[in-house]
């Protein structure tokens, strides 16, 4: 699939871009030979140095951060480098998150905690430490990774549902803040994708999944990557503060 009017270079921050959905995002946006910034935490760094190999094998100007995402400051300081080096940031996507499943009864605060800090609080760290010079630039697009989870909840999910349902309730907050400005805040919520997050699911829990599915197939994460690529074309360019959901059906 091609899309019009795409500027090549542009600068696009992905944050979990190492692996999963971040991954084939990345590889998405490769095909417009966009500079690459990819942010993941894990101290062991074979996936996203499998990633950046894919990319530079692609010739993409491609680097790899090893940051934590639910940290304000080190956040800024990402941003502030890559700011000074390129002078612009094009595109965000917000895309880290972890889980910590458990009922809300057996929920001990740090799981509540740790699971809005990585998946809700980044979203506010990346965007505050972006908006700024998008506004300036008058454009950008930010796109927030949502859940199908947030729309519906899942029993054992409930930092994970209410993390992912505030950033649709933060995507279109800020999206009322900068649409003057030409900024385009958006958000993608993926239903069942197989990545790593859902590998570890249990057989029976995968299977009962798929029955959800009105198109009977699990997604892929290149079936989000284009979502997210599309969001941030200019075919998008009238879309601003709505939620993209790619599940197969699953939520209508
Ligand atoms: P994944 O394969 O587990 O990848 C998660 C990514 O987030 C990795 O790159 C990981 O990097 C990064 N990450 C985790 N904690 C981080 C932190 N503190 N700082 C920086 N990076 C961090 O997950 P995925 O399935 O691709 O999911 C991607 C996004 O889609 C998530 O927000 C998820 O909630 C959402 N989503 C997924 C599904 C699904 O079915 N898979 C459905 C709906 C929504 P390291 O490993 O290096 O830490």
Not at 27 to 39: C, G, N, P, S
Not at 40 to 68: C, F, N, R, W
Not at 81 to 93: E, N, T
Not at 244 to 251: D, L, R, S
Request: with cysteine; net charge neutral; charged share 25%.
């Amino acid at each position: 699939m091609r899309y019009l009017m795409v500027d090549a270079g542009r600068v696009v921050v992905i944050t979990g871009g190492s692996k999963g959905i971040g991954r084939a995002v990345a590889m998405r946006f490769a095909q417009e030979k966009a500079r690459i910034i990819l942010v993941h935490y894990d101290p062991d760094e074979t996936a996203s140095e499998k990633t950046m190999d894919a990319l530079a094998k692609q010739g993409i100007e491609v680097e790899s951060h090893k940051v934590d995402v639910s940290s304000f400051e080190a956040v800024d300081v990402l941003f502030k480098d890559i700011l000074s080096r390129f002078g612009r940031v094009d595109v965000v996507v917000n895309n880290a998150g972890i889980t910590k499943d458990t009922l809300v009864m057996r929920m001990s605060e740090e799981e509540w905690d740790m699971v809005l800090k990585v998946n809700l609080k980044s979203v506010f760290n990346c965007t505050h430490a972006v908006l700024r010079p998008m506004v300036k630039k008058r454009g950008g697009s930010i796109v927030n990774i949502s859940s199908v989870v947030g729309l519906v909840g899942n029993a054992g999910q409930a930092n994970y549902a209410a993390s992912k349902a505030g950033i649709l309730g933060f995507t279109k907050s800020v999206a009322r803040e900068v649409a003057a400005r030409q900024v385009r805040v958006n958000a993608v919520a993926p239903g069942f994708i197989q990545t790593e997050m859902t590998d570890v699911l249990p057989e029976q829990a995968k299977e009962s999944f798929l029955q959800q599915i009105p198109l009977r197939r699990i997604g892929s994460p290149e079936d989000v990557a284009e979502a997210v690529y599309w969001l941030c074309s200019d075919a998008a360019s009238y879309i601003t503060g709505q939620t993209i959901h790619v599940n197969g059906g699953m939520f209508m």
